[in-house]
Every structure is written in structure tokens, then in C-alpha cells.
């Protein structure tokens, strides 16, 4: 049975005081909260830009007592060229848009030669037949449930049945939903089959932290236990 992950999204964090905002958020998830969702966003592959791999390095050293899982989201219109920096900045998946990739299995090769496991993503458009014949090699697939680049987006349900068809072909493998998820939609995508929940602005923005990532949890291991 796969694990219920909550990975906060970092990009609805305090940037002013980066660590110091991921540290309020792990210590209200009481242990629960063992990966930090990282948005790259390059001004080109999406209209927006986030930061980059000297960020990432920061927050890595800053936060390494605490042995964290840092999932990658690449939005980048060139995969290839961030892998390496990616891994010396302390990155532990890579998870690449498959729309950006010109050459899918250079990027999983590249990825793999890093040391990090390998994630690939697909937009709200791209049909989830074009993944499947690289699904047995990733570590993880996303599923966007909102058009890439900007936080504070609305919830696409009707994302969800490419989420249950890669459930059904890959019972072992880590889906993540991502985009606008919070505890008033997480037991549609739990349902659905993704047990790695991204959640942005519902976990940073909640008033109460620790009820949010609870709930986000307990979702995905009531659906996964049925």
C-alpha cells in the first residue's frame, strides 16, 4: 500500500523568511509533514518565475537536521539543463514537465545519474496516455489539477480520472495531485487514487496547521485502506 505524503508547497511561504516559515510549518505537523514541494518556475515554460537552485541550497542547509524529502516540481522549458544543479543543491526528486522534454529518456537517465528519483509531470492538457510509456520508470507521477505557474488556483476534479487510470495500472507507484488542494477537496483526489497531496496556501495560510495536515493525511489513508 503506498504512503500518504503532505508536501506543503513552499511557493505560498514567507520568502522574506523562508526557513524559518518551512520550520513553523514542520513543527505544527508534528512529524507528519517529510517533504517540501519545490516550485521552479523559469519565465518561459510558465509565464512566472520562482526561484532557483541557490534557494533551494539555502534552504537545504538550513533545515538539515531535519532530513527532509525535497520534490522538485521543474517547471522549466530546458529539463536537462537544471539536473545537475538541482542535485548539488540538495534536491532529492526531479520531477520534470513531460511537455518541456524534448528527449523524456535523456532527462530519466540524467536524473538517475544524480541521485535523485526521478517525478514527471503532466499539465491539465496533456492526456495521460502520454505518460504511461515512462510511468515504469519514474518514481512519481504528477497530475496537475491547475494550469502551471501561479499558486492560489481553483481545483480541477475533472483531473481525476487520469489519476484513477494511472492508480489502476500503477497500484505501487506515488501520485501527486497538485493544485489548489485543501481539506475541502483532498478526499476527491484521495479517492481518486494520488496518495502525495501538494497543498500551498491551505497549509501555509491555515490558522490552524496541524487540523490542516492532519486532515490531509487522514484522507489519503482512509481511501488507500478500501
Not at 519565465?43 to 541550497?57: K, R
Not at 536537462?80 to 530519466?108: N, R
Not at 544524480?114 to 502520454?130: F, L, N, R, S, Y
Amino acid at each position: 500500500m503506498v504512503c500518504s505524503i503532505v508536501n506543503p508547497s513552499i511557493l505560498s511561504a514567507d520568502f522574506a523568511d523562508l526557513a524559518c516559515d518551512c520550520q513553523r510549518i514542520l513543527d505544527a505537523g508534528n512529524g507528519d509533514v517529510k517533504w517540501l514541494h519545490i516550485d521552479i518556475m523559469d519565465g518561459h515554460f510558465v509565464p512566472n518565475i520562482s526561484f532557483g537552485p541557490p534557494v533551494l541550497s539555502c534552504l537545504t542547509k538550513k533545515l538539515a537536521d531535519r532530513k527532509l524529502f525535497y520534490d522538485c516540481h521543474m517547471m522549466v522549458s530546458n529539463p536537462l539543463q537544471w539536473v545537475e544543479p538541482m542535485a548539488e543543491a540538495g534536491g532529492s526528486q526531479y520531477t520534470f514537465h513531460l511537455e518541456a522534454a524534448k528527449d523524456p529518456q535523456a532527462v530519466i537517465d540524467k536524473v538517475k545519474q544524480h541521485g535523485m528519483k526521478v517525478g514527471i509531470a503532466i499539465k491539465p492538457g496533456t492526456p495521460v496516455e502520454d505518460v504511461i510509456p515512462w510511468a515504469n520508470q519514474a518514481d512519481m507521477i504528477l497530475v496537475m489539477t491547475v494550469e502551471p505557474g501561479f499558486g492560489g488556483q481553483k481545483f480541477m476534479p475533472d483531473m481525476m480520472p487520469k489519476v484513477r487510470v494511472l492508480r489502476q495500472k500503477y497500484p505501487e507507484l506515488n501520485l501527486e495531485v497538485d493544485g489548489g488542494l485543501g481539506e475541502g477537496n483532498v478526499d476527491v483526489a484521495a479517492e481518486a487514487g494520488a496518495n502525495v497531496i501538494v497543498a500551498g496556501t491551505s497549509v501555509f495560510k491555515s490558522p490552524d496547521v496541524a487540523t490542516t495536515v492532519q486532515v490531509l493525511k487522514n484522507s489519503v489513508e482512509k481511501h488507500s485502506a478500501k
